[in-house]
């Protein structure tokens, strides 16, 4: 029997984008039967196996809505207090894990009732790993601990207790993760928000940080599908720039250009339910 998959990468506030795709992905009957999500891609994939219904979406849509940066760092009048007891992030992730709970009330996360898998990357290694049991909390906190920014997460994978941080610095759309469980006839949607590298002027420390991630993050290969998997791309504009990893202004515009984006990419395809 087939099934859809759907991918979700990580791309900060762009990730509002994903809420559009959604819309038109279950507006059209499709319905996802396994998810699979990098950094703020794993939050919207989990809020979406949680409830993988349009009134779910909608009610995500409205927090999204409300985000504001400060939700998800608190006060920057913390960093230099951080930053002098030598502590390896800029922000606490406190209001980041309680978001995730909030958001999503499950303890694990093979507990959700769509099968969902988490990525993260492992600081040891700086390998993806492809999470499909674990607290929903720490795996969601550690896949969108953007480093410097957020403290590393310890998880055990299954080698050890390890740190944890973004899943974007080793994988930002987690196809591997689709490839190596997709089958004959199965359908992988991939809801890809990723921000291309820009030129930017590097006045600071963390613009470098910063710089140097959004390069590595666009530098992968891509996974390869066999030839009976159909791959679905619904990729935002890539020449949008709206703003900050964390500025959330364009949220409506973005549902709208997601929305679009999903629908001319099921046009594309010749997707059907």
């Excluded at 809505?65 to 009048?77: E, I, P, Q, V, W």
């Excluded at 007891?85 to 507990?111: C, G, K, N, Q």
């Excluded at 990729?235 to 997601?258: E, I, P, Q, V």
């Amino acid at each position: 029997m087939s099934r859809n998959i759907f991918v979700f990468s990580g791309g900060g506030s762009r990730g509002a984008a994903q809420i559009g795709m959604m819309r038109a992905l279950l507006g059209a009957g499709i319905q996802p039967d396994i998810v699979i999500g990098a950094s703020v891609g794993a939050i919207n994939a989990c809020s979406l196996a949680y409830d993988p219904t349009p009134e779910r979406v909608e009610e995500i849509a409205d927090r999204w809505m409300s985000m504001r940066a400060k939700d998800l760092t608190g006060s920057r009048a913390s960093i230099p207090g951080n930053v002098l007891r030598m502590r390896p992030y800029l922000f606490s992730a406190d209001r980041l894990r309680h978001l995730i709970t909030d958001w999503i009330p499950v303890a694990r996360l093979e507990d959700l009732p769509v099968t969902a898998i988490v990525a993260t990357t492992n600081l040891n290694t700086g390998l993806a790993r492809h999470h499909v049991t674990g607290p929903l909390a720490d795996l969601l906190t550690a896949s969108a601990a953007i480093p410097a920014v957020f403290p590393p997460v310890m998880l055990d994978d299954g080698d050890g207790p390890a740190p944890h941080v973004d899943a974007g610095i080793s994988e930002n759309l987690p196809l591997s993760a689709a490839a190596a469980i997709a089958g004959p006839g199965d359908r992988v949607f991939a809801l890809d928000v990723t921000k291309p590298p820009a030129a930017r002027s590097l006045r600071t420390p963390l613009d470098v940080l910063i710089g140097s991630l959004a390069i590595s993050i666009h530098n992968r290969s891509p996974a390869v599908f066999s030839g009976d998997v159909e791959f679905i791309p619904c990729l935002l504009d890539r020449s949008y720039y709206c703003g900050t990893m964390l500025d959330f202004t364009n949220t409506g515009t973005l549902f709208r250009m997601g929305e679009a984006a999903a629908i001319d990419a099921l046009l594309q395809a010749g997707v059907t339910a």
